[in-house]
């Protein structure tokens, strides 16, 4: 009886925990060149540059999706926890997919992301 609902909370439990935060140490500020943005849970989010504007760098948070999400589902649980850190904007520094298994001859797929909090100054 209560198999499926504990079963449902243990397949949550690695993506519902927030991504671990990891500070950046030295010198913080920068000034970016310009790219590509998109807006994501109020949060800028960076790709293919960074902004034409001086910035410091909070830290950088990593985060790997469950088989079923994507690349979006992804970014969006990284922009509600860098929110919470502080952070206006992300930089993208790396996204691609790691392939977790194999089910019934299908590849399972888990989307991966590597993404810079910055503040604007």
Same mark, same amino acid.
Not at 27 to 47: A, I, L
Not at 55 to 80: C, I, P, Q, S
């Given at each position: ?33 310009? *790219? ?30 469950? #088989?079923?999400? #994507?690349? *979006? #589902? ?26 977790? *298994? ?20």
């Amino acid at each position: 009886m209560y198999a499926i609902p504990l079963l449902a909370a243990a397949m949550c439990l690695p993506s519902c925990a927030e991504p671990e935060f990891q500070p950046f140490v030295g010198n913080s500020v920068r000034v970016g060149t310009g *790219g590509t943005v998109q807006m994501v849970q109020g949060v800028q989010v960076w790709e293919n540059g960074d902004p034409p504007r001086r910035y410091r760098v909070l830290g950088f948070m990593e985060e790997e999706g469950g #088989t079923r999400a #994507t690349k *979006g #589902t992804v970014l969006n649980d990284l922009a509600k926890a860098a929110a919470s850190h502080g952070a206006q904007a992300m930089i993208v520094m790396a996204a691609g997919n790691r392939i977790s *298994g194999v089910d019934q001859d299908e590849l399972m797929v888990r989307p991966k992301v590597k993404v810079m909090l910055i503040r604007y100054l």
